[in-house]
Structures are given as structure tokens and as C-alpha cells.
Antibody, heavy 121, light 112 residues
Framework: QVQLVQSGSEIKSPGASVKVSCKTS????????IHWVRQAPGQGLEWMGWISPGNGDTKYSRKWQGRVTITRDTSASTAYMELSSLTSEDTAVYYC??????????????WGQGTLVTVSS | QSVLTQPPSASGAPGQRVTISCTGS?????????VHWYQQLPGTAPKLLIYANNNRPSGVPDRFSASKSGTSASLAITGLQAEDEADYYC????????????FGTGTKVTVL
């Protein structure tokens, strides 16, 4: 079955960067885009960006543009999200998610389990 | 900062019907982009509940239904059950933000 397995929890200092991985299985990695979504403690879901694993095209939310970089390794069927210049406000659970649908109507059919990133001095 | 607004909470007794609204604008729902709904149980990742306005993935009970009209959408839960207590989010696409995916503010459903 389709699975997205994310890397484990991280504790980072302010100003540092974090890189979260999302290893996929059960489908052709290059055929479906991957979203990254953030959820701060007690808050809602925020879209960060997505990558098209087939050609590497990316699109980022304006909120994080310049601080977030999404990449992929097609040989490992894995997507990555790196967030730089961390502050305490970046403490959150970060999800990767596989997209299904078509232009203007993409939705998430499978989610990763989430990775908790804690930013603390 | 979400462009899709949901009521913070909704509640009902077991067996009752609960509806959740998702209000957008002319650059997202009103522009014809589809609305999707997710259920998030406490401490877990979200789960797809409804896609493309009113379609249920296999395995989702038919107690869950949704609709879309104009710049809004709504999710209905009929025959409310204890296991429906969760957070619910709508999601669509917005063309005004250089094209981006947007989630609703989320609604906590409580089963009384």
C-alpha cells in the first residue's frame, strides 16, 4: 500500500536549519506531487509548498518563500523539506502529503505521520 | 491568515446532524476550484474525507456528505457518532496568491 514515512523528531536552536525527509513507497514516486504542510501546536494546517518529483519543479507559499527549500531524490523515492533561520514560531509538526487530482483540484490522498520540530534555546 | 473561514466549533448529540461551513471568496471557491475536506483525530495526521466537492473515498461512511455553492462549501455529518469527534478542515486552491493551496481555519466537532 502507499506509504509516506517521515524522519524523526528534531530539536533545533534558534537560527539553525532543519531538513525533514519523507520516504515514499507503494507507488511511482515521479508520478505524483508532494505537498508539505505545517501545523503549529493547537493551530490549523498551513500549506508550505510542493514539488513535482518527476521534473523537480517547486512552488512555495509566499509566507515561507526564501526560507523553505523542497527537494527530492528520485533514486530513493524520497522528498525533503528544509527550513532555515528557525525561530520558536517554527515549532510545529511538519507533514508531507501525496497529491491526487488535476490542475486546480489537487487534494491529499495520503499523509505522512508527521515530524515534530521543536525550536528552543 | 487562512483565506477559507470555518466556525471554530460545532457540536451535537449522538445521532444528530452537524454541518460545518467553509467560506471563501471569488479567488478560490467562487472561482470554481474544488473543495476537499479532511478529518483530523486527536494526535494523528489528517485523513481525506471528501474530495472534489462531494465525493467520498472508499471506506468513508455515507454519513459524511458535502456540497458547494457560490463562494462557500459545507460538510454535513448525519447520525453523529462518538468517533466523529475531531477537527475538520476544508481545502481549496487560491488564484490570488500567485497560485497556492489553502486550508480552512478548522472546526472542532464535539459529540455531546
Amino acid at each position: 500500500q502507499v506509504q509516506l514515512v517521515q524522519s524523526g523528531s528534531e530539536i533545533k536552536s534558534p537560527g539553525a536549519s532543519v531538513k525533514v525527509s519523507c520516504k515514499t513507497s507503494g507507488y511511482t514516486f515521479t508520478h505524483y506531487a508532494i505537498h508539505w504542510v505545517r501545523q503549529a501546536p493547537g493551530q490549523g494546517l498551513e500549506w508550505m509548498g510542493w514539488i513535482s518529483p518527476g521534473n523537480g519543479d517547486t512552488k512555495y507559499s509566499r509566507k515561507w518563500q526564501g526560507r523553505v527549500t523542497i527537494t527530492r531524490d528520485t533514486s530513493a523515492s524520497t522528498a525533503y523539506m528544509e527550513l532555515s533561520s528557525l525561530t520558536s514560531e517554527d515549532t510545529a509538526v511538519y507533514y508531507c502529503a501525496k497529491l491526487l487530482g488535476h490542475s486546480g483540484s489537487y487534494y491529499v490522498d495520503v499523509w505522512g505521520q508527521g515530524t515534530l520540530v521543536t525550536v528552543s534555546s | 491568515q487562512s483565506v477559507l473561514t470555518q466556525p471554530p466549533s460545532a457540536s451535537g448529540a449522538p445521532g444528530q446532524r452537524v454541518t460545518i461551513s467553509c467560506t471563501g471568496s471569488s479567488s478560490n471557491i467562487g472561482a470554481g476550484f474544488d473543495v476537499h475536506w479532511y478529518q483530523q483525530l486527536p494526535g494523528t495526521a489528517p485523513k481525506l474525507l471528501i474530495y472534489a466537492n462531494n465525493n467520498r473515498p472508499s471506506g468513508v461512511p455515507d454519513r459524511f456528505s458535502a456540497s458547494k455553492s457560490g463562494t462557500s462549501a459545507s460538510l454535513a455529518i448525519t447520525g453523529l457518532q462518538a468517533e466523529d469527534e475531531a477537527d475538520y478542515y476544508c481545502q481549496s486552491y487560491d488564484s490570488s496568491l500567485s497560485g497556492s493551496y489553502v486550508f480552512g481555519t478548522g472546526t472542532k466537532v464535539t459529540v455531546l
